[in-house]
């Protein structure tokens, strides 16, 4: 069996003679051929316990503390259980194998829940199918924040094609986006497609010199502003805008619908599965009521 030579020189360190090194005795049911380094009555820390406590490179002096740290944590633990173990009542110790008993038949019930569901459902959803949740749900979709549809660029203060670029960015035509867009490799950031939805405050995080420009006069439509900052020139439009509790635009919740969607597939399936087992649990008189 091999060890990592950092874990093993941390182990000579801590334990310094070989007379330390105890072995797995006959209490324990596995047999674990391999050094114990700590011990707390018949349970056991092994040396490969530590296989993931040291990272990789780390000096030799940091691994100490950070072992010596993790088997007193596992130590302070383990007396714990024993003196926890020791003192419980009788009532609490029925009630905690209850408990235990409970959450491991909810473990195996939705695992075998979830197995079902990853075999049956149906995640294919059209755009039709949201478009009509949309439609039927719109006042559950109400924005709790503003957002915003805009188009800006960023280009450094020596940018040369500095004159040009904004006469292209001002402008509505196609071609004039498109001969914008050959300008990019030379922008230091930029979005020129104005129909995706930001929050005003990743807006403020994409463009900074705006954190002290008015809140009013920004959410408002705008064809052009321009502002600075020490390293360069923020060109900005502001295609649309939609205050707190306007309804959000399909496309900003679409994948919000898609989850919703996803999620009441699966509650009527669950159900349908409940439904079907106890049925046939009945037809094979494998469920009876008296």
Known sequence: MKYNITYITVFVLLFVSCDKISFLKKKDTVVRDEPIIASVGDVHLYLSDLKDVVPKKIPRKDSIILVKSFINSWAKKQLLLLKAEKNISLVNSNRIDLLVKNYKESLYINGYKENLINQQLDTLISEQEIKDYYTKNKDNFRLNEELLQMKFIYFGKDFLDKKEAIEKFKSDEEEDLEALEYLTINFKDYSL??????????????????????????????????????????????????????????????????????????IELVKEIEKTLINDAIKNNEFKEY
């Not at 104005?194 to 005003?200: G, I």
């Not at 463009?207 to 008015?214: A, L, Q």
């Not at 502001?238 to 999620?263: E, G, M, W």
């Open 193 to 266: 497609r104005d129909s995706t939805w930001v929050t005003y405050d990743k807006f403020l995080l994409k463009i900074p010199p705006f954190r002290y420009y008015s809140k009013e006069k920004l959410l408002k439509k705008s064809k052009f502003i321009q502002k600075e900052d020490s390293l360069g020139v923020y060109l900005v439009a502001v295609n649309n805008v939609l205050k707190r509790n306007d309804v959000a635009p399909l496309s900003y919740i679409k994948n919000n619908i898609k989850q919703l969607i996803l999620h009441k597939r699966k």
